[in-house]
């Protein structure tokens, strides 16, 4: 039974592209390029939708629906792969690995933001040590840059200049081709970076220059596969964050709070997704989904206001020769949490959803 290639390329698109997933993941940093076969060139476009509502608390004065605290968003991530030999490869792969985009505008945090931006660029090299055993590994580049407001703190407010760090990736898969079976380990480094930032509050004034410095996390990713039966491939991930090592500290702010962290995170995440694939012909395979993230039942800082969340992914793939195109989409319902800010509980965030959409092109050269 060999490996279903269309299958395999449809499982990696419907379980990445992370939504509003634990603290500040977006792309889940796959690096599975490297372990398929020949020439390829990927281009793969997703579009993210939140709903995130709720109820205000209004300090008193009642309660009140938020408005949607989380606009639409998109990315895109190309990867290449070739090989050096029959023993070698060479990929890269460039994608936007965190983010976050909140804005609230009523309620009693009302005019707080939070903004971030990433990029990354991943060199890696692949050994096949033998036919069932490959490792590889690689350098990344990352570029990480900040927004905020934060009113409530002497009206506070941060830019953050792109700043970039260096880390490096190192994995070991396991295959056996007959039976669709690979198992593959991923370790991603956490990154350092030392940003220039500019804070304004009222106390103590405006466009204050210093250097902020944070650590973007390790994160581990365990991705397998195998086939059940002919043309038929069950899959799935766990990715574990270490977002505990992140703690956002600007001079300012920490002033004006007698030391507390901008962001920060009490608990490391870990995501899992399982899937079914079936090859329909020469042409057409489809898969279906399910992922969680198990809640912390913790309370939730204004930047990210959810906890955990289910989803559930549908995706085609049609292959014409020497290009593939896969489309998928993803349901998803995020859990409950309280927002708190500052020991002030700000609103209740219930039912909310959101949905992604994604598109890969993929061609052999």
Do not use: C
Not at 30 to 51: M, Q, R, Y
Not at 146 to 157: D, E, H, Q
Not at 203 to 232: K, Y
Not at 302 to 322: E, H, I, K, M
């Amino acid at each position: 039974m060999r490996t279903p290639i269309l299958i395999s390329a449809l499982a990696s698109l419907i379980v990445s592209g992370a939504i509003q997933a634990g603290g500040l993941d977006r792309s889940g940093q796959d690096t599975s390029i490297i372990l398929k076969d020949g020439g390829l060139f990927e281009l793969t476009s997703v579009s993210v939708a939140p709903t995130l509502t709720g109820t205000n608390a209004n300090l008193g004065a009642g309660t009140s629906d938020t408005i949607d605290v989380a606009p639409d968003y998109s990315m895109t991530t190309f990867a290449m792969r070739s090989d050096i030999n029959d023993k070698m490869a060479i990929g890269l792969v460039q994608d936007n690995p965190y983010g976050a985009d909140v804005s609230w505008t009523n309620g009693g945090l009302t005019g707080t933001k939070g903004q971030v931006r990433s990029d990354a660029t991943t060199a890696l090299l692949g050994y096949n040590v033998s036919d069932a055993v490959t490792v590889y590994g690689g350098i990344k580049n990352q570029s990480i840059s900040v927004t905020a407001s934060v009113p409530l703190v002497s009206n506070y407010s941060l830019t953050g200049s792109q700043s970039s760090g260096s880390g490096y990736v190192v994995g070991a898969a396991i295959e056996n081709p007959e039976i669709a079976l690979r198992v593959a380990l991923t370790y991603h480094t956490k990154i350092t970076h030392d940003m220039a930032i500019t804070e304004s509050t009222t106390a103590l004034g405006a466009d204050r220059a210093s250097t902020m410095t944070f650590d973007s996390p390790e994160a581990f990713n365990l991705d397998f596969q195998t086939g059940i039966a002919a043309n038929t491939l069950l899959f799935g991930s766990i990715r574990r964050a270490n977002w505990t090592q992140l703690a956002v500290k600007p001079t300012d702010y920490a002033l004006a709070t007698g030391g507390a962290n901008l962001l920060d995170y009490d608990e490391n995440t870990t995501a899992y997704s399982i899937g079914l694939g079936r090859k329909l012909n020469d042409q057409w395979s489809v898969a279906v989904t399910y992922g969680w993230e198990s809640a912390t039942g913790e309370d939730s800082g204004p930047f990210g206001p959810t906890d955990g969340n289910s989803n559930y992914g549908l995706g085609v793939t049609y292959n014409a020769d020497q290009l593939s195109i896969t489309a998928g989409a993803r349901s998803v319902s995020f859990g409950d949490t309280t927002v708190v800010s500052s020991g002030t509980t700000f609103a209740t965030m219930e039912d909310n959803t959101g949905m992604v959409t994604a598109l890969k092109l993929a061609y052999k050269f």
